[in-house]
């Protein structure tokens, strides 16, 4: 069963508006992470922003925020202000439990298109 | 940040020849190592988890003799692809997480195969 699912292959976001990249997760442990990464076309993987399971406030990182919401099990990125340096690939990733040995299951990513 | 390289960043090889990919990371230790690999505008699909100093642990489907991985010390991993075929032509990302950190992994830049 897939484990992480990002349900928007593409997305289109005028410059300067703020766009939501949707995430949904399924796991059994009260402990895991959860994570954002970019890869734009050069292909390295920059990461954005995590959040615990335990964490009660919503991450921030500059114009990154995650919109965490554990009974939904959702945790989609929001982007403010968009740039057009924002295009790119976006997965969404989560480290379940410890006896994991604290490898990333990656959903399908979102390829977001910023346009002037 | 934490840097973790990749050498080479594209090889082209013949069918039949073997590639090794190497992943450093250059300002700390890894006590783990994780090598993914992506096809175009696909997620990463983890291959195998590399321990320093113990055997590899793969992810299910993932040839073991198809696949070496080395994790000599504590900043290098190695992945070999034996006799590579056409089909094994992808981009492979590795990772690595610092002997301090649960948490966070570093990418490195990844390494384009091209089997021809």
């Known amino acids: 069963a897939q484990k992480i699912t990002q349900t928007q292959p593409g997305m289109f976001v005028q410059e300067k508006e703020a766009v939501t990249l949707d995430c949904t997760y399924d796991?059994?442990?009260?402990?895991?992470?959860l994570f954002w990464y970019k890869q734009p076309s050069s292909g390295e993987m920059i990461f954005l922003i995590y959040q615990g399971s335990y964490d009660e406030q919503n991450a921030t990182e500059g114009r990154y925020s995650l919109n965490f919401q554990k009974a939904r099990k959702s945790a989609n990125l929001v982007i403010s202000a968009s740039q057009l340096g924002d295009s790119a690939m976006y997965f969404c990733?989560?480290?379940?439990?410890?006896?994991?040995?604290?490898?990333?299951?990656f959903g399908q990513g979102t390829e977001l298109s910023v346009k002037p | 940040g934490a840097v973790v390289s990749q050498h080479p960043s594209r090889v082209i090889c013949k069918s039949g020849t073997s590639v090794k990919i190497e992943c450093r990371s250059l300002d700390f230790q890894a006590t783990t190592m994780f090598w993914y690999r992506q096809f175009p505008k696909k997620s990463l699909m983890l291959m195998a988890t590399?321990?320093?100093?113990?055997?590899?642990?793969?992810e299910q489907g993932v040839e073991k003799d198809k696949f070496l991985i080395n994790h000599a010390s504590l900043t290098l991993s190695t992945l070999t692809v034996t006799s590579a075929h056409p089909e094994d032509s992808s981009f492979y990302i590795c990772?690595?997480?610092?002997?301090?950190?649960?948490?966070?992994?570093?990418f490195g830049p990844g390494t384009r195969l091209l089997v021809l």
């Open positions: 990772s690595a997480r610092p002997r301090e950190s649960g948490t966070t992994q570093y």
């Open positions: 990733a989560m480290r379940e439990g410890k006896n994991q040995g604290g490898k990333l299951i």
């Open positions: 796991t059994s442990d009260q402990s895991y992470g």
């Open positions: 590399s321990n320093e100093g113990s055997k590899a642990t793969y």
